[in-house]
């Protein structure tokens, strides 16, 4: 009768252990699951061409959205290009909108570019160059803040304006928390 009780105790045995095993690999239910935590920096880069017309601040596909309420510290780099034929002057300008107030962000406007030629008959005047934009702002909550950019023609017309990003040089814009 020895043989029967050691066999039945192992089969007890294996029976707890097995379930105890499926206790602790069952699947988790939906209270225990950890919590995603909005991203506390971000980076997006322009992917486009903007072409610019004269005197109309021009929003661009570029923004970013603060996740939550804080501070953040905002960075642009944004790249413009400019044509034309003299006498010409004229400028880009850009500036970081935010989109759920509909006001610039405080002292954000920068110049981006400017062609100063009045020289009339020479040959075309262009080229590029990236200004940056760095500023800190205090939302209460998610806000979406966006690159805008107008051109100024105060002397003449720009044959091409443009906020530019390519591999020589890319628009992008960043934000990081770094206060509550």
Do not use: C
Request: cysteine-free.
């Amino acid at each position: 009768m020895k043989p029967v009780l050691r066999t039945g105790l192992a089969a007890i045995a294996a029976t707890m252990l097995i379930g105890t095993t499926t206790a602790f690999t069952a699947p988790s239910n939906a209270s225990t699951a950890s919590v995603a935590h909005p991203a506390k920096a971000g980076i997006a880069t322009l992917n486009t061409i903007v072409n610019l017309p004269n005197g109309a601040w021009t929003d661009t596909p570029l923004e970013v959205t603060l996740p939550k309420a804080g501070t953040y510290a905002l960075d642009a780099d944004v790249r413009g290009r400019l044509s034309g034929t003299p006498a010409l002057n004229t400028y880009i300008t850009a500036r970081l909108w935010n989109v759920n107030s509909g006001t610039e962000v405080p002292q954000s406007e920068r110049l981006v570019y400017q062609i100063i030629n009045l020289n009339v008959g020479q040959a075309e005047a262009g080229g590029n160059q990236t200004a940056p934009i760095s500023e800190l702002i205090r939302v209460s909550g998610p806000t979406t803040i966006r690159l805008q950019a107008q051109r100024v023609d105060a002397v003449g017309a720009a044959s091409i304006a443009q906020i530019y990003s390519d591999g020589a040089g890319y628009t992008s814009l960043r934000y990081e928390r770094v206060g509550f």
